[in-house]
């Protein structure tokens, strides 16, 4: 993606508005001659910036900067959209942490440790697998249920949304614990944030109405 000089952007705002115009047109807001702009005419075309057309004029290309946005978008840094995470202690029962789920209005909750580090994730499924059988949910706490450290995938705040999209979708999870490592060797993990589908998308809407640049 190149970066435009302050005239090609002038000019962009110039075909936003007033497209399809001439390049004659564009040359007389600018108070510039036609051969004056013409570079900058061709890098916007060549670039997807604009398009043109022979004796019409130039049109800005909306595929060009929707697709210029989306890229803005995957490269975002989980930190500036992720979620406050639900936890529950280790020891916390099953029927308690169903409780939880309904009462924050989220699909996953994690486990932690009595220092705070993450411990485990507990999502839907694994809450409805426990509550099959006649087990006492209220006897069961959540540490015989979730899925355990090592097996957490975890996120960096540093990392972008395009890399948690991407976790998620080959993983086949719907969210991931945002952390910030204590200790590697011993899988000690502050948990700082969630991302989940759910914020992905919401960043994706948000990104996307913005008012075109
Ligand atoms: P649901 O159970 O509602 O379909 P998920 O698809 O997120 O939700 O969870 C599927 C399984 O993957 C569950 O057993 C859950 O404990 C596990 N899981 C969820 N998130 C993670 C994660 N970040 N890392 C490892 N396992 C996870």
Partial sequence: MIKLSKRQDEILQIVKQNGPITGKEIAEKLSLTRAALRPDLAILTMSGNLD?????????????????????????????YKAHPIVVGKST???????????EDVGTLYAVDSEGHLAGVISRKDLLRASLGNR???????????????????INPEETLLEAAKKMIHNHIDSLPVVKEVDQQ???????????????????????????D
Avoid: C, W
């Fill in 52 to 80: 043109a057309r022979p004796r019409v004029g130039y049109f800005f290309n909306d595929n060009y900067a929707a697709r210029r946005k989306a890229k803005n978008y995957l490269h975002q840094n989980v930190t500036d």
């Fill in 136 to 154: 006492n949910l209220n006897e069961l706490p959540v540490s015989v249920i979730m899925t355990r450290m090592p097996n957490i995938i975890t």
């Fill in 93 to 103: 029962s099953v029927y308690d942490a169903i409780v939880q789920l309904f009462l």
């Fill in 186 to 212: 011993t899988n000690t993990y502050l948990l700082v944030g969630r991302i989940t589908k759910t914020t992905i998308t919401r960043a994706y809407l948000e990104i996307m109405e913005e008012k075109a």
